[in-house]
């Protein structure tokens, strides 16, 4: 397995970007796909943006255009540019990876960084 740990998150007033950042260690080579994820209080994990180990991207309908994925297979990091940030995007975001070691199949995640959007 992997683990993930995520920094970067803060306050920050609508309309303005973070970056936030996602770090890998273990056993790298074995992660597939990689995403994030955000839960606001009271509402269930979402995903918001996924990318694959071929640098393909997905991204939820409520941060398309205004939300950039990428990932950095070098040196084992993930990476969320979020601008024009609205109050609706206030949530813990988490990290996560999945791949497969031998015959088993993981799905890790990291510790959560929030993200505070003001009006």
């Known amino acids: 397995q992997v683990q993930l740990v995520e920094s970067g998150g803060g306050l920050v007033q609508a309309g303005g970007s973070l970056r936030l950042s996602c770090g890998a260690s273990?056993?790298?080579?074995?992660?597939?796909?990689m995403g994030w994820y955000r839960q606001a209080p009271g509402q269930q994990r979402e995903l918001v943006a996924a990318i694959t180990s071929g640098g393909s991207t997905d991204y939820s309908d409520s941060v398309k255009g205004r939300f950039i994925i990428s990932r950095d297979n070098a040196q084992s990091m993930m990476y969320l540019q979020m601008n024009s940030l609205r109050p609706e995007d206030t949530a813990e975001y988490y990290c996560?990876?999945?791949?497969?070691?031998?015959?088993?199949?993981?799905?890790?995640w990291g510790q959560g960084t929030q993200v505070t959007v003001s009006s």
């Open positions: 996560n990876a999945d791949g497969a070691v031998g015959s088993g199949y993981y799905i890790s």
């Open positions: 273990g056993n790298i080579f074995s992660i597939d796909a």
